[in-house]
Nanobody
Framework: QLQASGGGLVQAGGSLRLSCAAS????????MGWFRQAPGKEREFVAA????????YYAESVKGRLTVSRDKSKNTMSLQMNSLKPEDTAVYYC?????????????????WGLGTLVTVSS
């Protein structure tokens, strides 16, 4: 089970930190990540992280502004979002898939949490 939290309203240029609490299984062989869906748009990949070794992978649009991390001791994953832009406004979902490799298509991720809304005002 995945549960995202931390969304809210922030001004452009501001920061926000999302968290994802993972439970119900051992994630040592999983990659986890974040997707987002803006109003009227398709769901898009944001970032992913290897639970075992912490390697990360990002969508080009967020490189340098968003940072994904995980805390094995707390079974949580985070997304630190800096220099936020109005176009970052979306519902953010935490996801997980068994196995390695980086995938940006939603169909590769079996586990999805409920989303958390991030609104960036201009």
């Amino acid at each position: 089970q995945l549960q995202a939290s931390g969304g809210g309203l922030v001004q452009a240029g501001g920061s926000l930190r999302l968290s994802c609490a993972a439970s119900g299984r051992t994630f040592s062989s999983y990659n986890m990540g974040w997707f987002r869906q803006a109003p009227g748009k398709e769901r898009e990949f944001v970032a992913a992280i290897s639970w075992s070794d912490g390697r990360t992978y990002y969508a080009e649009s967020v490189k340098g502004r968003l940072t994904v991390s995980r805390d094995k001791s707390k079974n949580t994953m985070s997304l630190q979002m800096n220099s936020l832009k109005p176009e970052d406004t979306a519902v953010y979902y935490c996801v997980a898939r068994y196995g390695s490799g980086w995938y940006e298509n939603t169909r590769y991720y079996r586990y999805w949490g409920l989303g958390t809304l991030v609104t960036v005002s201009s």
